[in-house]
C-alpha cells in the first residue's frame, strides 16, 4: 500500500485510519460531510506532530537569534 513504507504505517496514517475506524463506529453522526468530524479527525493527527513542530520552530527561532548577533 503507498502508505506502507518499509512494512509499517506512519504515525500519521495511523491516526487518520484509528479516527476514520472509530468514527463508522459511531452512528449518532455522518461519517462522511460532517465537518465537525474532520476536523476531529485533523486534530488527532496534528496532535501527534505539535512536539516535533514546536521543536523545528524553536530551532528556527535560535538560530536566527544567533545569526543576528554574529551580525
Avoid: F, Y
Avoid at 500519521?12 to 476536523?39: H, P
Avoid at 513542530?53 to 554574529?70: K, P, Q, T, Y
Wanted: hydrophobic share 50%.
Amino acid at each position: 500500500m503507498p502508505w506502507r513504507r518499509n512494512g509499517h504505517r506512519s504515525a500519521a496514517t495511523s491516526t487518520l485510519a484509528l479516527a476514520v475506524q472509530n468514527r463508522r463506529g459511531d452512528s449518532r453522526r455522518a461519517a462522511v460531510g460532517d465537518e465537525k468530524g474532520l476536523r476531529d479527525i485533523a486534530w488527532a493527527a496534528a496532535k501527534q506532530h505539535l512536539p516535533a513542530a514546536i521543536a523545528v520552530g524553536l530551532m528556527v527561532l535560535a538560530a536566527a537569534w544567533v545569526l543576528r548577533r554574529r551580525g
